[in-house]
């Protein structure tokens, strides 16, 4: 009784994914492609906690109808940032690492990719630990749009 009901509940659960899935890739074809996203994460010496908001990122953007990019810009850690970042980088298409020397490199970039391109841009300082709880859940709702 106890695995019919469990099965059951797995099988409603898939039916309803697969609509949902279904009715969004139609909504999206009817109207268009929403302009493309690029997520800027401005990091420095966050080792402990990159990895773990980037999988996050990955995953709440997996299901989104936008073509999305996640740069990280790296302003000089001396942790091993860089290389959980460009680590990532291999198994995620969508991410790319730039390391910067100085703010001035920093607004070059934000200006390059956010005001000269054609692209809706987020940017997150992640040099203040206060913000990091908050980035998931903006682009997850961001995704969604």
């Known amino acids: 009784m106890w695995f019919a009901v469990f099965f059951w509940t797995l099988a409603l659960y898939g039916a309803w994914t697969v609509v949902r899935q279904g009715v969004v890739e139609l909504q999206r074809r009817l109207n268009g492609p929403p302009f493309p996203m690029t997520i800027l994460l401005v990091v420095q010496n966050v080792e402990e906690e990159i990895e773990g908001l980037l999988r996050l990122v990955a ?8 073509d999305y990019r996640v740069l990280v810009l790296d302003m000089g850690s001396t942790d091993a940032t860089g290389q959980i970042v460009q680590t990532l980088m291999r198994h995620n298409g969508r ?4 390391s910067l020397r100085g703010n001035e490199e920093l607004v070059r970039n934000v200006t390059l990719r956010c005001l000269d391109s054609p692209r809706v841009s987020c940017v997150y300082d ?5 913000l990091h709880s908050g980035v998931s859940r903006d682009i997850a709702e ?4």
């Not at 709440?60 to 936008?66: A, E, I, P, W």
């Not at 991410?95 to 730039?98: I, K, N, Q």
């Not at 992640?126 to 206060?130: E, I, K, M, V």
């Open 142 to 145: 961001l995704c969604r749009e």
């Open 59 to 66: 995953l709440q953007t997996l299901s989104s109808v936008r």
């Open 126 to 130: 992640l040099r203040n630990q206060d």
């Open 95 to 98: 991410l790319d690492y730039v």
